[in-house]
């Protein structure tokens, strides 16, 4: 009985971790697939496709989303506005002067560059693929296009095809279910409504992702000499990545670094040597203290080579996060996921001053200092309280130092028995010397 019951709350443990698609900083996180049938023409049928990022804090970056399914019957895409797709296929069946937009069983679509031609371009369109989150930037983390595709012949009732993809690592897609037709209005007087529309969700697992962490934390302070870097071998180990890391001082074989204006695929990272082999690294600096006030610097440093990381974010979980009093050069706000809670943040860029975090130049890291209230009966720079508890980098969990690894306080009262000591030994040999 003992070990059923260990088991099952290792199971349960297992099936709320943010690795397995649940965030506890974002319980209600997805991207949301929208399928808006707008009009039926016998043979052919007119949809709109929206896809939102319905996550706090977790975007789609640069290369942007590809999505994808598998129709049911023998469908192909005539047209479409605002988003192609990347293959035409083999449309040999078609004996006219006009072919199909795309005639493969499972297409994959791709949103347009952002100047598109206007005859091409539909409302909320063409942005790269790329989704801000709801925090960062809520006037763009949706994205939309529009097709005419024929009916299938084989069977009537396949007019929604099955098993999408979002083409962006870690996201699983549920199966698409029906629910009340999307509604417009102009005035807000008289409201229209689609003929059907269908749902897709799609959540995110860390594990999926990647197998490595992406990222790691080291720590300091103003009150010990000792700096913790980040765990040895947090995303790689050094003796197993040899050829495949630039050291210290060299420079990037150029042939390895992409043009991600055009690629469609993001790049395997190529980091800085060092012990860790992480791509990114988060530094905290407990850097001074005040009478009611304590100050932190956050350093974050991009080690990968070939990637630039925009819209980055830092989401952070720390106790005094509810008493902040200012932010320099960096967005702030908290994440209130569950009520009073508030000991979480998240942290981003400025646009057009430091929300780009490039791969080499001046920006390759960028920097903060906060200020925090000292509350009374809560504060204490003692065992490791100053340092946080969890670092996520674009929604990926960063590698902590082990907790017994972080900067104490001097041994205040060893060092007074020392001085004791000292002081008694003077006296007494000065009273020998008398």
């Known amino acids: 009985m003992g070990n059923v019951l260990i088991l099952l709350f290792f199971s349960v443990t297992i099936s709320i971790s943010p690795s397995f698609g649940y965030d506890t900083l974002d319980p ?30 977790r975007h789609v970056e640069r290369p942007g989303w590809r999505l994808g399914w598998a129709w049911k019957g023998d469908e192909v895409i005539w047209q479409m506005w605002g988003a192609e797709a990347t293959e035409q296929g083999n449309c040999s069946r078609f004996k006219g002067k006009e072919l199909p937009h795309c005639c493969e069983k499972e297409p994959v679509i791709i949103d347009l560059m952002p ?30 296009f529009q097709m005419n595709y024929n009916k299938a012949s084989t069977n009537d009732s396949s007019y929604i095809p099955e098993n999408f993809t979002i083409g962006v690592p870690g996201y699983t897609c549920a199966e698409p279910v029906q629910v009340p037709p999307s509604k417009t209005t102009k005035d807000g007087r008289r409201w229209t409504q689609v003929l059907e529309t269908w749902k897709v969700t799609c959540v995110y697992s860390q594990i999926l992702s990647s ?53 469609l695929v993001e790049p395997q990272p190529l980091v800085m040597c060092s012990q860790h082999m992480c791509p990114i690294r988060v530094h905290w600096h407990v850097k001074q203290s ?28 720390h106790p005094n996060l509810r008493s902040i009093n200012q932010v320099f050069s960096f967005n702030y ?81 060893h060092v007074a028995a020392r001085s004791s000591c000292i002081f008694y030994v003077t006296m007494i040999l000065l009273s020998m010397l008398i």
């Open 333 to 413: 706000q908290p994440l209130n996921t569950y009520g009073d809670t508030n000991d979480t943040g998240m942290f981003w860029g400025i646009q057009y001053y430091n929300d780009m975090l490039l791969a080499s130049g001046d920006s390759v890291n960028v920097q903060t200092e906060m200020l925090l209230h000292k509350d009374p009966g809560n504060f204490t720079f003692k065992e490791g309280w100053a340092f946080p508890r969890k670092i996520s980098f674009n929604g990926d969990e960063c590698v902590m130092p082990s907790p017994d690894e972080y900067p104490r306080l001097p041994n205040t009262a």
């Open 115 to 144: 100047g598109a031609p206007y005859n091409m371009q539909v409302a909320n369109c063409c942005k790269r693929g790329v989704l801000s989150s709801m925090i960062q930037d809520p006037s763009k983390f949706g994205s939309s």
């Open 290 to 317: 005040y009478k009611e006030y304590w100050r932190i610097k956050i350093t974050i440093t991009n080690l990968n080579f070939v990637k630039n990381y925009s819209q980055w974010n830092l989401v952070m979980l």
């Open 28 to 57: 209600a996180g997805n991207i949301t697939i929208t399928w808006d049938f707008l009009s039926d023409n016998g043979d052919r049928t007119d949809v709109k496709v929206s896809i939102y990022n319905f996550q706090l804090f």
């Open 211 to 263: 197998p490595i962490p992406k990222c790691c934390v080291s720590l300091s302070a103003f009150y010990n000499s000792t700096i913790v870097p980040c765990p040895k071998c947090s995303c790689n180990c050094p003796e197993l990545a040899t050829g495949k890391c630039v050291r210290p001082g060299e420079s990037p074989p150029l042939l390895q670094l992409p043009r991600e204006e055009n690629t």
